[in-house]
T-cell receptor, first 116, second 114 residues
Framework: AQKITQTQPGMFVQEKEAVTLDCTYD???????LFWYKQPSSGEMIFLIY??????QNATEGRYSLNFQKARKSANLVISASQLGDSAMYFC?????????????FGTGTRLTIIP | DADVTQTPRNRITKTGKRIMLECSQT?????MYWYRQDPGLGLRLIYY???????NKGEISDGYSVSRQAQAKFSLSLESAIPNQTALYFC?????????????FGPGTRLTVL
């Protein structure tokens, strides 16, 4: 079975500092995808970044980067130069070959608060 | 206009009532999904659909049914609502093909069953 673990229920970070949100995963499947989503207080889920299990390089999208350490089964999200608008819940998710490769398994999330 | 819309955005109902949540998308995606979000549990998959004629159960389908009326429309029904179905419900879509394609989520429907 697939499992995502996010061990940081909440984090407080000073504005303009970098922040790392932890995510570890558990799967026995060689092929999988890892995703990060942001959920602001308004409730919608916003896709941030994707990393495939066979990708050789860490994914980057603007201020977001994914620190992918396959041997350790970790996929930490790094946000550089944090902004007040980054305050939100952040979810790590994994897609693998279950339910027709369609199911996203989500972690329980990390609530990030940026302090001015 | 939003690419994935859900109606209603909020609904309060009573135990035993039949409820339908609707989802429409303008992204032209074949694949559509329904999830529920409970506090502390993340999102869990209820149903998913590859196209109008291909509908599949997710991990928590008991007590729910779905209908894919068209490529762009996917509705979720609670035949007889119960209080533990109180949750935030999300519809999502995805382009077919590569596993790298992300799911795009609607704004969510907050359902309360009294």
């Amino acid at each position: 079975a697939q499992k995502i673990t996010q061990t940081q229920p909440g984090m407080f970070v000073q504005e303009k500092e970098a922040v790392t949100l932890d995510c570890t995963y558990d799967t026995s499947d060689p092929s999988y995808g890892l995703f990060w989503y942001k959920q602001p207080s308004s409730g919608e889920m916003i896709f941030l970044i994707y990393q495939g299990s066979y990708d050789q390089q860490n994914a980057t999208e603007g201020r977001y980067s994914l620190n992918f350490q396959k041997a350790r089964k970790s996929a930490n999200l790094v946000i550089s130069a944090s902004q007040l608008g980054d305050s939100a819940m952040y979810f790590c998710a994994m897609r693998g070959p279950h339910f027709g490769n369609e199911k996203l398994t989500f972690g329980t999330g990390t609530r990030l608060t940026i302090i001015p | 206009d939003a690419d994935v819309t859900q109606t209603p955005r909020n609904r309060i109902t009573k135990t035993g009532k039949r409820i339908m949540l609707e989802c429409s998308q303008t992204k032209g995606h074949d694949r559509m999904y329904w999830y529920r979000q409970d506090p502390g549990l993340g999102l869990r998959l209820i149903y998913y659909s590859f196209d109008v004629k291909d509908i599949n159960k997710g991990e928590i389908s008991d007590g729910y049914s779905v209908s894919r009326q068209a490529q762009a429309k996917f509705s979720l029904s609670l035949e007889s609502a119960i209080p533990n179905q109180t949750a935030l419900y999300f519809c999502a879509t995805r382009a077919g093909g590569g596993s790298y394609n992300e799911q795009f989520f609607g704004p969510g429907t907050r359902l309360t069953v009294l």
